[in-house]
T-cell receptor, first 113, second 109 residues
Framework: SAVISQKPSRDICQRGTSLTIQCQVD?????MFWYRQQPGQSLTLIAT?????????ESGFVIDKFPISRPNLTFSTLTVSNMSPEDSSIYLC??????????FGDGTRLSIL | RKEVEQDPGPFNVPEGATVAFNCTYS??????FFWYRQDCRKEPKLLMS???SGNEDGRFTAQLNRASQYISLLIRDSKLSDSATYLC??????????FGAGTILRVKS
């Protein structure tokens, strides 16, 4: 399975600022996704990161708040914009290929003061 | 109604016990099914895929009943290291994963 690395692993940010999270996969993959896991909750899909086109967002998530880039088949970024304490979560990227199960990066733990 | 429902537990069991987790899903068009394991403050890791024919991997057995929209996981001879949250996951169109809230397992000596 692909090895997925995320940076940063954690950060503490001031409200109103923005943070960009990077996700790097060690091989080319068709699919990359971004998830959020709020404290005590399970994972919720934010968006599908499409290579060469705009990301596809799930209900409740918008591009202005969570802009996503996917410049190639091994890399994606998620920006959390204009952060508030409600954005304190773990953000995870996943990658998958065809019918194979998705695997996850080790997550970015974000706290907003 | 939640798309994927699991008993949150916790299930507190002694070492060596057999424990079973159940999960139901609401979307009959769901395509693939998985159990992931998540340790505290870690990312989810794939435990096993789930097939209608059932599949077994060592002490772990998973089963899917499409007619009842029901998924199960059986863990035999529980180890302390099995303590974790077990996530029932359904894959829908577009390879989107929908997660259950997770079932907490605590294995005690």
């Amino acid at each position: 399975s692909a090895v997925i690395s995320q940076k940063p692993s954690r950060d503490i940010c001031q409200r109103g600022t923005s943070l960009t999270i990077q996700c790097q996969v060690d091989s080319q993959v068709t699919m990359m996704f971004w998830y959020r896991q709020q404290p005590g909750q399970s994972l919720t899909l934010i968006a599908t990161a499409n290579q060469g086109s705009e990301a596809t967002y799930e209900s409740g998530f918008v591009i202005d708040k969570f802009p996503i880039s996917r410049p190639n088949l091994t890399f994606s970024t998620l920006t959390v914009s204009n952060m508030s304490p409600e954005d304190s979560s773990i953000y995870l990227c996943s990658a998958g290929e065809g019918n194979q199960p998705q695997h996850f990066g080790d997550g970015t733990r974000l706290s907003i003061l | 109604r939640k798309e994927v429902e699991q008993d949150p537990g916790p299930f507190n069991v002694p070492e060596g016990a057999t424990v079973a987790f159940n999960c139901t899903y609401s979307n009959s068009a769901s395509q693939s099914f998985f159990w992931y394991r998540q340790d505290c403050r870690k990312e989810p890791k794939l435990l096993m895929s789930v097939y209608s024919s059932g599949n077994e991997d060592g002490r772990f057995t998973a089963q899917l009943n499409r007619a009842s929209q029901y998924i199960s996981l059986l863990i035999r001879d529980s180890k302390l290291s099995d303590s974790a949250t077990y996530l029932c996951v359904v894959e829908e169109y577009g390879n989107k994963l929908v997660f259950g809230a997770g079932t907490i397992l605590r294995v005690k000596s």
